[in-house]
């Protein structure tokens, strides 16, 4: 079965500090996409990145960086020099064969000024 | 501007009536789809639509009901089946093919019922 796991409910951080949000998943394809999306307090979902599974690079946008480790099934999220617009609930979610996706449960993310 | 739009923004129902939610885009995507998400929980897909005149329920498809007569549209319609219907509902949009399947999603609808 495919499955997508977010551990962390929730976190606070203080504004500044870097934070690291956790996405374990599971498939038996070979082929797949994982996803990371936003979900600000307006409620709309805003897509961050994507990735297919043959890309274990690295990506660096800004103050987003996501790794993607196919040996432990993650693909985790960071924010470096958080700041107070980065609050948010984030969502992980992976691709099946069908092109649906089957979502985590959501890490909210509070930055404290 | 390309996007998707829904209205309206925040619904009231009362018990027993149906309700029609609208979904409209303009990205000339094959792919539509309708999630409910409650408070604090993550998104639960109610129906989905590849192509036009075809739909296939999701997860949670009963008490919902969906069309697709055009490409840009696909209202959802909360009947008085549905027994908890008070949920925050997205629609999403996905163009059709292997490389571009993100999902791109509307400000979504609050639906309470009084």
């Known amino acids: 079965a495919q499955k997508v796991t977010q551990a962390q409910t929730e976190i606070s951080v203080v504004e500044k500090e870097d934070v690291t949000l956790d996405c374990v998943y599971e498939?038996?394809?070979?082929?797949?996409?994982l996803f990371w999306y936003k979900q600000p307090p307006s409620g709309e979902l805003v897509f961050l990145i994507r990735r297919n599974s043959f890309d274990e690079q690295n990506e660096i946008s800004g103050r987003y960086s996501w790794n993607f480790q196919k040996s432990t099934s993650s693909f985790n999220f960071t924010i470096t020099a958080s700041q107070v617009v980065d609050s948010a609930v984030y969502f992980c979610?992976?691709?099946?064969?069908?092109?649906?996706?089957?979502w985590g449960a959501g890490t909210k993310l509070i930055i404290k000024p | 501007d390309g996007g998707i739009t829904q209205s309206p923004k925040y619904l009231f129902r009362k018990e027993g009536q149906n309700v029609t939610l609208s979904c409209e885009q303009n990205?000339?995507?094959?792919?539509m789809y309708w999630y409910r998400q409650d408070p604090g929980q993550g998104l639960r897909l109610i129906y989905y639509?590849?192509?036009?005149?075809?739909?296939q329920k999701g997860d949670i498809a009963e008490g919902y009901s969906v069309s697709r007569e055009k490409k840009e549209s696909f209202p959802l319609t909360v009947t008085s089946a549905q027994k908890n219907p008070t949920a925050f509902y997205l629609c999403?949009?996905?163009?059709?093919?292997?490389?571009?399947?993100?999902?791109?999603f509307g400000p979504g609808t609050r639906l309470t019922v009084l």
């Open positions: 999403a949009s996905r163009a059709y093919g292997t490389r571009y399947n993100e999902q791109f």
């Open positions: 979610a992976l691709s099946d064969s069908n092109y649906q996706l089957i």
């Open positions: 639509s590849q192509i036009v005149n075809d739909f």
């Open positions: 990205l000339n995507h094959d792919a």
């Open positions: 498939t038996r394809d070979t082929t797949y996409y």
